[in-house]
Structures are given as C-alpha cells and as structure tokens.
C-alpha cells in the first residue's frame, strides 16, 4: 500500500498550495484521511482530517479558516490559503483503515513520504 503525496514547494506568505495524496488500492475508499506537518526538533502534529465519506472534517486551530481538505474517493487535498511562515514544514497524508476521523498521529497506521511546505516571509 502506498500513499504518493504531492503538490508542496515555495511560496509567499499569504500564498496558496494544494497538496494531493492519492492512496494506491482503491480499498482506501472507506479510510480516513489526514494531513500531519512536522518540522525539525518538533513532533508531528495534527493539521487536518477527513472521514471516508467526505462528510466530516478536523482541522489544528492554527489552520482554522485558512486550509480546506476535500477527498475524492481514495485521494486527498488539503489547499491552504493565507499561508504562513509558520506552516513551513514536511507536509504527511495518513490514512487509517477505521473510517472515523481522529487527530492523533498513532491512529493512523498508513503515511505516504512527505512533501516539503515552506513559506517566505
């Protein structure tokens, strides 16, 4: 099973990216999904999460009102907008088989490699 993250780079602040994970079996339909970011020194942390249906969503309140996530069956977007500085960082889809969203990185068992998110100031 393989979870191919993309879509991370360089941007201004108050720019905008869209990331895509798409899982590689089409079983992942019924996972959840989430996005973790993780920087150097720092544990990863929550961002945001989806339920398998689309139909429930979870964002980190330092993300609140800025970044979406949207699925289209087994793949993944999460678009930020009004980025900043502060959400540099090595961007991580997760999904986990149980279809309820959660936000502790243990729960779930598939990560895909991680892209790299660095905003300038």
């Known amino acids: 099973v393989q979870l191919q993250a993309s879509g991370g780079g360089l941007v201004q602040a108050g720019g905008s990216l869209r990331l895509s994970c798409a899982a590689s079996e089409r079983s992942f339909i019924t996972s959840a999904m989430g996005w973790f970011r993780q920087v150097p020194g720092k544990e990863r942390e929550f961002v945001a999460a989806i339920n398998w249906s689309g139909g429930s969503t979870g964002f980190a309140d330092s993300v609140k009102g800025r970044f979406t996530i949207s699925r289209a069956e087994n793949t993944v977007y999460l678009q930020m907008n009004s980025l900043k500085p502060e959400d540099t960082a090595v961007y991580y889809c997760?999904?986990?088989?149980?279809?309820?969203?959660?936000?502790?990185?243990?729960?779930?068992?598939?990560w895909g490699q991680g892209t790299l998110v660095t905003v300038s100031s």
């Open positions: 997760a999904a986990k088989r149980r279809g309820i969203l959660t936000t502790t990185p243990r729960d779930y068992g598939y």
